[in-house]
């Protein structure tokens, strides 16, 4: 039965089909409908319904579009309205030339103090024309807390400063070797520091061109080793920067600050950097950005005491 009705209705629509088309479309929506939720309702579409909805649908569209246009209209006009500012040309112009006047005119005093802060940027990437230098004294050997070493700890540090600072290095050593045991080491260490020996070097360096001079040495008998004090006290250092570091195991700076400036005459020392021995050996990576902070510190120490004597 449902099978003929619907066959029924099928042939129903096709015969209103070009008739009615929008009447066709809303019978066939409500017949599913009718289908889906298993309802009857009226299927039929009286034509005077359809025609006061499309009238209804029209007057709503009319009104909205005559709304929109006057609102635009009003807003135009309020715009319109505002009043004008006549500008000249010639006050956008002397405008222009004050705002350049006032921007090219430069503080004395900061400007000097740019120069100063880009110098030390310079010095800290290793880009600045100032030529370093990197003297050390390492030893390879055994060693207390590290064993028996091929690279000596100081020269790793030495090495990665270098690096850093695009410098020069040059190894500060005795003209003899010495002993690669430690304690046959240490008793020679003894001997020459209780004479307060100056050991003749190996190799010498004209310092002259350099502006900046780092020194590193091991702590040997809670003191730098005596050829260090060779390099030291021969050299003349007047206008030069001292950028001392060591490595130990324990000792810690040893107050090499103090005897490097006793020692270089006339020279400015800066603060040091100390390291363990054994971080240079088993955790060499940890050096750069030591390194780096530690330059980095000096760089903002300095640049405090220029604002400082600006002021």
């Keep these: 039965m449902r099978i003929s009705m619907d066959f029924q209705e099928s042939i129903k629509n096709k015969r209103n089909k070009n008739k009615r088309p929008w009447i066709n479309i809303l019978i066939k929506i409500r017949h599913y409908r009718c289908r889906i939720i298993q309802k009857p309702v009226m299927t ?11 009238l209804r ?3 709503i569209l009319s009104f909205f579009c005559f709304y929109c246009s006057a609102t635009a209209e009003d ?11 006549n500008v000249s040309s010639e006050e956008v112009s002397s405008v222009s030339s004050d705002k350049t006047a006032s921007d090219n005119k430069e503080d004395p005093v900061d400007d000097e103090l740019k120069r100063e802060i880009q110098a030390i940027r310079k010095s800290l ?31 790793i540090v030495a090495k990665e400063i270098a690096r850093q600072t695009r410098g020069t290095l040059f ?27 100056r050991p003749k070097l190996a190799e010498t360096v004209d310092i002259t061109p350099y502006d900046e001079i780092y020194i590193g040495s091991p702590v040997w008998l809670e003191d730098m080793p005596m050829p260090v004090y060779t390099f030291l006290e021969s050299m003349d250092f007047s206008g030069k920067v001292i950028r001392p570091f060591n490595t130990h195991e324990g000792s810690g700076e040893a107050m090499f600050e103090d005897k490097i400036a006793a020692a270089a005459k006339n020279a400015e020392v800066k603060p040091m950097l100390s390291v363990r ?35």
């Design 125 to 155: 990437h290793g880009t600045e024309r100032k030529k370093v230098l990197v003297a050390y004294f390492s030893r390879t050997g055994e060693n207390p807390g590290v064993g028996t070493i091929s690279v000596g700890n100081t020269f």
């Design 57 to 59: 649908i029209v007057l």
């Design 171 to 197: 190894e500060i050593r005795a003209e003899y070797e010495y002993p690669a045991d430690y304690k046959q080491c240490l008793k020679v260490a003894e001997k020459e520091k209780a004479a307060k020996a």
């Design 277 to 311: 021995g054994a971080i240079t050996q088993y955790e060499s990576v940890k050096l750069p950005s030591a390194i780096k902070t530690w330059r980095t510190k000096e760089a903002i120490k300095r640049s405090q005491e220029i604002i400082d004597s600006l002021n």
């Design 44 to 54: 039929g579409f009286k034509g005077g319904n359809m025609r006061s909805l499309i």
């Design 75 to 85: 807003s135009l006009s309020a715009a319109g309205s505002a009043p004008a500012v």
